[in-house]
């Protein structure tokens, strides 16, 4: 009896194994949701061009990038899609055109979640950048003139593009003239400089006082920009004397024959001399002197100059790095009727200077210049003394266009974050100072028909005015290696900065040679105005062929 208990048991536990092994029983496996949309950014004012979008679901998510093209922004494939390594993420690529909106659709199934579970779909609306212009310039007290060319402006920003051609040797129409001969169109705009402003003179062969130049233009119907290439002194223009050289090398030896000789007898060397005065000294700079040097100083009948001491100069003795003379009255007149002849022996002539009032040379370029950001708008500085009155010499010149009600796009410190001219040569705060003293300055004395155009470089951000102090943002665009910059950097170029500065037009201020008008307007590089340079040096910024496309384009407005 006891053996048919253990055989019944043994008999109902293969029953109960046979049981759990039956197909139709159910798995009890943890079920997981499936990914939910959290949010999409950026979802306002994403950049145009080529930009990424985010897409973020509440756990991590997997996505076989093949299925791309089913993810749309109005019904148009994304360029890419992926997730990097594990996560909640999905990072999309898309061309973005500005001012638009889309809607943004990842259908069902398109993303799954840990388990292979279908994601819903997804659908979310973004908005692409867009530009909102200010309808008032930075001066309140602009002119009615300046406010109504500023209103054409923003009328037809983005509808049409005002064609430009700068001025030749900078106070004409030259360029302007040649266009019209070209196409038998005017451009709309004509450029014109200040750079000679260190040069006009009445009756001179640049006299910025006679407007006739720009008058004549815009009584014609066109529209004004002037810039400043801001020539300065590379050194103290208000020092009494400074040392001019007289021989500036190669280095002269005077052996011990006594053969050697510097004969400064020219007009050029007599011209500097002009400028001496009584008490001035002529200084010889030396090396290699021995211990029986002897220096010379003879006039041009190579005798030894007696000055009024009585001192006779054929020959002295000399040691150090120089020996100099005091001139006197006496000196002085002989040498600036005859020149002078330096000699002695056993040194070397590695110089001749002479105190003289300074002859001033002007430059805007940084390079070799004294004349230094920082300093112009250091109160003190000889350069802060310039810099204000150049400004008040400029003054007249833009309020005789004021009177003639003749407003103006005004150009000027440009390209200052490149550097390569002097009001880049310091710091972007002091840039932004020089740039409001300039602006404060002018309104203060009643300058109130100018547009601000302020010239970007690339990232400069911290070189703006501030659009307090600025109307219209530029930009100045070179062909490189004999390449045009192409329409696609253009329109990169103009989206950068419409971007950055989304409440001023975006223009074209400055450009060499570059892609036609009309190929970049079709990529979406809406400049307000473009102004090829002028041709020079053997170079042609824009051909025949590019004046003649650019004018002929529908989007392009003339004279």
Not at 41 to 54: F, R
Not at 487 to 516: D, H, S, W
Request: proline share 4%; charged share 15%.
């Amino acid at each position: 009896m006891k053996r048919n208990k253990i055989y019944l048991a043994v008999f109902t536990a293969l029953s109960l194994s046979a049981t759990a092994c039956n197909d139709n029983v159910e798995h009890n496996i943890q079920s997981v949701d499936a990914p939910a949309f959290v949010s999409v950014s950026p979802q306002d004012n994403i950049k145009a061009g080529l930009d990424s979008i985010i897409v973020t679901y509440d756990k991590n998510i997997f996505f076989a990038s093949s299925q791309y093209e089913r993810i749309t922004l109005n019904g148009q494939p994304v360029v890419s899609a992926n997730v990097i390594g594990s996560s909640n993420k999905l990072l999309l690529m898309a061309n973005i055109a500005r001012g638009e909106s889309y809607e943004l659709v990842i259908p069902e199934g398109v993303v799954s979640g840990p388990n292979k579970t279908p994601a819903p779909q997804v659908k979310a609306t973004l908005k692409a950048q867009s530009q909102q212009i200010t309808a008032t310039l930075a001066n309140a007290n602009a002119t009615a003139e300046t406010k109504a060319l500023y209103q054409k402006l923003v009328a037809n920003y983005g509808q049409k593009i005002f064609s430009g051609a700068m001025a030749e040797v900078a106070w004409n129409t030259t360029v302007s003239n040649q266009v019209h001969a070209l196409t038998g169109k005017y451009p709309a705009i004509n450029g014109y400089d200040y750079i000679h402003l260190q040069s006009t003179s009445p009756g001179g062969w640049i006299d910025y006082a006679n407007i006739a130049p720009v008058k004549t233009w815009h009584d014609a119907g066109g529209i004004v920009t002037i810039g400043w290439h801001w020539n300065v002194p590379t050194s103290n223009p208000y020092a009494s004397t400074v040392p001019v050289v007289l021989y500036g090398g190669p280095n002269k030896d005077m052996p011990a024959d006594w053969s050697g000789h510097i004969q400064l007898t020219t007009q050029a060397t007599k011209a500097i001399l002009a400028k001496a005065s009584v008490g001035s000294k002529l200084v010889v700079k030396i090396t290699n002197v021995k211990a029986n040097a002897q220096g010379s100083i003879k006039n041009s009948k190579w005798a030894g100059f007696v000055d009024e001491k009585g001192k006779n100069w054929d020959y002295f003795n000399i040691s150090g790095d120089s020996y100099s003379m005091t001139l006197d009255q006496t000196t002085l007149t002989e040498m600036r009727a005859n020149g002078l002849i330096i000699g002695g022996h056993d040194y070397t002539v590695t110089g001749v200077t002479v105190e003289a009032a300074g002859t001033v040379k002007y430059e805007f370029y940084a390079a070799k210049n004294e004349f230094t950001l920082n300093d112009a708008v250091t109160d003190g500085t000889w350069a802060n003394r310039f810099m204000k009155s150049d400004l008040e010499k400029i003054v007249p010149y833009l309020l005789q266009l004021q009177r003639a009600g003749i407003p103006v796009l005004w150009r000027p410190l440009h390209e200052a974050a490149g550097k390569w001219f002097w009001w880049g040569n310091g710091t972007a705060e002091n840039y932004r100072k020089l740039w409001h003293t300039m602006f404060d300055f002018f309104k203060q004395r009643g300058v109130n028909n100018l547009i601000w155009v302020w010239t970007s470089e690339k990232n400069d951000p911290d070189w703006y005015p501030g659009d307090k102090y600025v109307d219209i943002i530029g930009t100045d665009m070179y062909g490189q290696d004999g390449k045009p910059v192409s329409a696609q950097t253009a329109v990169q170029r103009f989206n950068e900065l419409a971007y950055r500065y989304p409440t001023k037009m975006i223009a074209l201020t400055e450009c060499g040679t570059v892609a036609e008008i009309s190929a970049q307007w079709s990529a979406d590089a809406k400049w307000s105005f473009f102004m090829p340079w002028y041709p020079g040096g053997g170079v042609v910024h824009a051909t025949d062929a590019w004046w003649k496309s650019a004018i002929s384009a529908p989007e392009v407005i003339t004279r």
